[in-house]
């Protein structure tokens, strides 16, 4: 019976045209009946209701029903032998438009299903799909045994987010990874064009992506921020589920107004709801942590420490912080999110620093422990209160111990919301500063205390006491400068002991002589100085001191005014050396002869 309607399918085929003209005559109607067919090697591949019909002046086909199986290899993965014969049900239809009542595509996950129409031509197979997701079109064709095949297809098909069309072509060869490129469009809120390059490998637990592939992204755009050059490839060939070790990079980005430099996001998936995760800011910076999908993806990075200097090298990197050297310290780091992908949601980084140990220019901060708290919010970036760190000496050349600053978080960028400390026994203090690069503050002085201030000039013969206060501005812009200071204080003295040399050049100098009698013990109501340094340290101090001062047996008033120069940052840094020096050598030198 069979031979008796494979003839009867041959003579439809065969009858209708020879040389141009028609054999049976448009009145005749002819049908043939298959009732179904089936590859050995693949259970599921398999022709129900196959039917050839002559009607009209013309030839069509129908099939019940058509299962392709994409899963199976016909040569049980021992070689290319019968694999040519790979999707063979399709090679061995005629070339008629069929149309198929139920087309059924068996994937490595799920399957495809629904309504198609079937042409052949000299280019190949064309299939229009109806699927429950949507139409799939498909230009099949045979080529070296395998197959090549260009269409596009609902991307809901393969992600129920993806809402748009995927553009895809690819080639399978008998003994060859299995080639598939794809792009589309990703759906709102985000922006962008989603691209695959896939290598895939069969082996003995089916196919697998080969770490050739890649899932790419030139730029990824949501309403808070972006991502740049991103790509996703396996580390090892991983199964079809996507279940192993991912590697997510990118090259740079922004949240909300703040920029946001390259890394790479090593991922681990347990399962598709949850794995651990590794992020690479640097070689030497590591954060790891766990995600989950639980109403979103949320994210929990446990309590881990980094060594400060390359986590200060990373941020200098992208933020406009000054250039610090550092030299010690420990930062600890936990953070939380409950869904990073809702951005109503809040993401917290909590930092603690310990024993850090950091320079700034001519600046040299010791003993530096601290607490920052980190929100990513929907207005944006924000600090937690009580952000802020503690300094146990700043090595100027002039000690300032017991230093405090709190942190915020302004315009997009790190402020200095205020910072006290001690100096030469008085106190000082901050305004608020923007930090960066490029800073500009002010400093304020109270209580400084002027007998220390005047033992740091190191002139001998000169001594002093009373209490300063003061304003300097400054800028510092890799190193620092000062112009209009000011420091001012009432009710002190000031003496000068002058050396030999300089009382024997008086004798003959009437004013000189006059300057060192009333310098010898200056009682001052009233000192006021004005300070401008260069960024190189060259400063000029006019000093004006109004009192009175013995001479002979009565006080008579005194207006002093003296202009001096000298680079300071010299001078800081001699008194830093003469500082190290001390703390270098034995007790026994420090006091001279031990006689």
Same mark, same amino acid.
């Given at each position: 019976?069979?031979?008796?309607?494979?003839?009867?399918?041959?003579?439809?085929?065969?009858?209708?045209?020879?040389?141009?003209?028609?054999?049976?005559?448009?009145?005749?109607?002819?049908?043939?009946?298959?009732?179904?067919?089936?590859?050995?090697?693949?259970?599921?591949?398999?022709?129900?209701?196959?039917?050839?019909?002559?009607?009209?002046?013309?030839?069509?086909?129908?099939?019940?029903?058509?299962?392709?199986?994409?899963?199976?290899?016909?040569?049980?993965?021992?070689?290319?032998?019968?694999?040519?014969?790979?999707?063979?049900?399709?090679?061995?239809?005629?070339?008629?438009?069929?149309?198929?009542?139920?087309?059924?595509?068996y994937l490595p996950q799920g399957e495809l299903t629904g309504?198609?129409?079937?042409?052949?031509?000299?280019?190949?197979?064309?299939?229009?799909?109806?699927?429950?997701?949507?139409?799939?079109?498909?230009?099949?064709?045979?080529?070296?045994?395998?197959?090549?095949?260009?269409?596009?297809?609902?991307?809901?098909?393969?992600?129920?987010?993806?809402?748009?069309?995927?553009?895809?072509?690819?080639?399978?060869?008998?003994?060859?990874?299995?080639?598939?490129?794809?792009?589309?469009?990703?759906?709102?809120?985000?922006?962008?064009?989603?691209?695959?390059?896939?290598?895939?490998?069969?082996?003995?637990?089916?196919?697998?992506?080969?770490?050739?592939?890649?899932?790419?992204?030139?730029?990824?755009?949501?309403?808070?921020?972006?991502?740049?050059?991103?790509?996703?490839?396996? +580390?090892?060939?991983?199964?079809?589920?996507?279940?192993?070790?991912?590697?997510?990079?990118?090259?740079?980005?922004?949240?909300?107004?703040?920029?946001?430099?390259?890394?790479?996001?090593?991922?681990?998936?347990?399962?598709?709801?949850?794995?651990?995760?590794?992020?690479?800011?640097?070689?030497q910076v590591k954060v790891s942590g766990y995600w989950r999908?639980?109403?979103?993806?949320?994210?929990?990075?446990?309590?881990?420490?980094?060594?400060?200097?390359?986590?200060?090298?990373?941020?200098?990197?992208?933020?406009?912080?000054?250039?610090?050297?550092?030299?010690?310290?420990?930062? +600890?780091?936990?953070g939380r999110a409950g869904n990073l992908l809702d951005a109503?949601?809040?993401?917290?980084?909590?930092?603690?620093?310990?024993?850090?140990?950091?320079?700034?220019?001519?600046?040299?901060?010791?003993?530096?422990?601290?607490?920052?708290?980190?929100?990513?919010?929907?207005?944006?970036?924000?600090?937690?209160?009580?952000?802020?760190?503690?300094?146990?000496?700043?090595?100027?050349?002039?000690?300032?111990?017991?230093?405090?600053?709190?942190?915020?978080?302004?315009?997009?960028?790190?402020?200095?919301?205020?910072?006290?400390?001690?100096?030469?026994?008085?106190?000082?203090?901050?305004?608020?500063?923007?930090?960066?690069?490029?800073?500009?503050?002010?400093?304020?002085?109270?209580?400084?205390?002027?007998?220390?201030?005047?033992?740091?000039?190191?002139?001998?013969?000169?001594?002093?006491?009373?209490?300063?206060?003061?304003?300097?501005?400054?800028?510092?812009?890799?190193?620092?400068?000062?112009?209009?200071?000011?420091?001012?204080?009432?009710?002190?003295?000031?003496?000068?002991?002058?050396?030999? +040399?300089?009382?024997?050049?008086?004798?003959?100098?009437?004013?000189?002589?006059?300057?060192?009698?009333?310098?010898?013990?200056?009682?001052?109501?009233?000192?006021?100085?004005?300070?401008?340094? +260069?960024?190189?340290?060259?400063?000029?101090?006019?000093?004006?001191?109004?009192?009175?001062?013995?001479?002979?047996?009565?006080?008579?008033?005194?207006?002093?005014?003296?202009?001096?120069?000298?680079?300071?940052?010299?001078?800081?840094?001699?008194?830093?050396?003469?500082?190290?020096?001390?703390?270098?050598?034995?007790?026994?030198?420090?006091?001279?002869?031990?006689?």
């Amino acid at each position: 019976m069979r031979g008796i309607v494979c003839g009867l399918m041959a003579a439809l085929l065969l009858w209708p045209v020879s040389g141009g003209a028609q054999v049976l005559p448009s009145w005749l109607e002819l049908s043939a009946r298959l009732e179904r067919a089936h590859v050995p090697a693949c259970p599921r591949e398999r022709a129900q209701g196959f039917e050839l019909h002559w009607r009209d002046g013309g030839i069509s086909g129908r099939l019940a029903r058509l299962s392709l199986d994409l899963t199976c290899s016909r040569s049980g993965n021992q070689g290319t032998e019968g694999e040519r014969d790979a999707l063979s049900l399709l090679l061995t239809l005629p070339p008629v438009d069929f149309a198929i009542e139920r087309l059924v595509l068996y994937l490595p996950q799920g399957e495809l299903t629904g309504p198609a129409r079937l042409r052949r031509d000299e280019a190949g197979m064309h299939i229009d799909w109806q699927t429950g997701g949507g139409e799939l079109t498909l230009l099949l064709t045979p080529r070296d045994g395998g197959w090549r095949w260009r269409g596009t297809l609902p991307g809901s098909l393969l992600l129920p987010a993806l809402t748009g069309l995927v553009a895809m072509e690819g080639e399978w060869k008998p003994g060859q990874d299995l080639q598939l490129n794809a792009s589309t469009a990703l759906p709102a809120p985000f922006a962008g064009q989603l691209r695959l390059r896939g290598r895939l490998a069969q082996g003995e637990q089916g196919w697998y992506w080969q770490p050739a592939s890649r899932l790419s992204l030139s730029k990824l755009s949501w309403p808070q921020g972006r991502l740049r050059d991103l790509s996703l490839r396996p +580390t090892r060939a991983l199964p079809l589920t996507g279940v192993g070790h991912w590697t997510l990079s990118w090259r740079d980005g922004r949240w909300q107004q703040q920029g946001l430099p390259g890394g790479r996001l090593e991922l681990s998936l347990t399962d598709h709801q949850q794995g651990e995760l590794t992020l690479r800011l640097n070689p030497q910076v590591k954060v790891s942590g766990y995600w989950r999908r639980q109403g979103g993806l949320a994210l929990q990075l446990p309590e881990q420490s980094l060594p400060l200097a390359a986590v200060t090298g990373w941020l200098q990197g992208w933020l406009n912080l000054p250039v610090a050297t550092v030299s010690g310290g420990e930062l +600890t780091l936990s953070g939380r999110a409950g869904n990073l992908l809702d951005a109503t949601r809040p993401v917290t980084l909590d930092l603690a620093l310990s024993d850090g140990d950091l320079g700034l220019g001519e600046v040299r901060a010791q003993g530096v422990t601290g607490q920052l708290g980190l929100g990513w919010r929907r207005q944006g970036l924000v600090l937690s209160p009580g952000s802020g760190l503690t300094i146990g000496e700043l090595n100027t050349g002039v000690p300032v111990t017991n230093i405090h600053a709190a942190l915020d978080w302004r315009n997009n960028a790190f402020w200095l919301a205020g910072l006290t400390g001690r100096v030469l026994d008085g106190r000082l203090a901050l305004s608020p500063m923007k930090l960066g690069a490029h800073s500009r503050g002010e400093l304020h002085l109270q209580d400084i205390s002027l007998a220390q201030l005047l033992s740091l000039a190191a002139l001998p013969g000169l001594t002093g006491d009373g209490d300063l206060h003061g304003r300097l501005p400054f800028v510092f812009d890799g190193r620092f400068s000062v112009e209009n200071g000011r420091l001012w204080g009432d009710d002190g003295w000031v003496s000068y002991q002058a050396a030999d +040399t300089l009382l024997g050049a008086a004798e003959d100098n009437l004013s000189l002589a006059l300057t060192l009698g009333m310098l010898k013990d200056l009682r001052y109501h009233r000192l006021e100085a004005e300070l401008a340094m +260069t960024p190189k340290g060259d400063a000029v101090i006019v000093s004006r001191l109004r009192g009175q001062a013995p001479v002979g047996e009565r006080l008579h008033p005194v207006n002093f005014n003296y202009r001096h120069e000298e680079n300071l940052l010299q001078l800081l840094t001699s008194l830093r050396f003469a500082e190290q020096l001390s703390e270098r050598l034995p007790a026994g030198l420090q006091g001279g002869s031990n006689e």
